[in-house]
């Protein structure tokens, strides 16, 4: 069965601090995999998509990075800002999958930016 | 920008009731999803539908019905509301399945407290 498991759990640090999260996956054949930014109460907004190829991608302070052969990607946040604080999910998508049935979501990792 | 909307932020009905939950979204795309997100669960699959009158049940569909008359919209229907069907419920769209580049984007949830 196709896992996605992000750790840690939950993660506070404070303002202007960096971060790092992790996303290990068992998915296979791989597609693509994204990570997505959840404010409390809303819904998820993807912050990246990345492709087999691609190992590593950035947008604004945040950087992913994918290792396709060790089925790992993480998600990098430079200074940290108290917009920063929400749930940070990844998400898996299988090749052969042209559902939403090819798609595994992680659990999340809880994120908590202090002043 | 893709703009994904849900009829209610917040609902509360009795246990036994009948529920419908509105998603509609305003850029054309094929794909709509139905989620429910629960504390240590995650995102969980519904339903979802790759077209108009099409629909496919996804992890989690016991419980739950969908109707997609129109392009834009993608009905929930809770048929007779139970407890353990209180929780957030999210509404996605994309545009051709999920490609590599494709992504999902999500509605701002509809909290559902059954009593």
Redesign the interface.
């Known amino acids: 069965k196709n896992q996605v498991e992000q750790s840690p759990q939950s993660l506070i640090i404070l303002e202007g601090k960096n971060c790092t999260l992790q996303c290990n996956y068992t998915v296979s054949p791989f ?2 995999l ?1 990570w ?1 930014k959840q404010d409390t ?6 912050l990246t ?1 990345m ?1 087999f190829s691609e190992n590593t991608k950035s947008n604004g302070r945040y950087t992913a990075t994918l290792d396709a052969d060790t089925k790992q990607s993480s998600l990098h946040i430079t200074a940290s800002q108290l917009s920063d604080s929400a749930s940070y ?1 990844c998400v898996v ?1 299988e090749a052969s ?7 595994t ?4 990792t809880h994120l908590i930016i202090q002043p | 920008d893709v703009k994904v909307t849900q009829s209610s932020r917040y609902l509360v009905k009795r246990t036994g009731e009948k529920v419908f939950l509105e998603c509609v979204q305003d850029m054309d795309h094929e794909n709509m999803f139905w989620y429910r997100q629960d504390p240590g669960l995650g995102l969980r699959l519904i339903y979802f539908s790759y077209d108009v009158k099409m629909k496919e049940k996804g992890d989690i569909p016991e419980g739950y019905s969908v109707s997609r008359e129109k392009k834009e919209r993608f009905s929930l229907i809770l048929e007779s509301a139970s407890t353990n069907q209180t929780s957030m419920y999210l509404c996605a769209s994309s545009l051709e399945g999920l490609l590599a580049t494709d992504t999902q984007y999500f509605g701002p949830g509809t909290r559902l407290t059954v009593l």
Request: glycine share 32%; charged share 15%; hydrophobic share 25%.
């Open positions: 597609s693509n994204r997505y109460g809303r819904g998820p907004v993807s998509i492709t999910i998508s999958g042209g559902g939403a049935d090819g798609l979501f992680g659990k999340g």
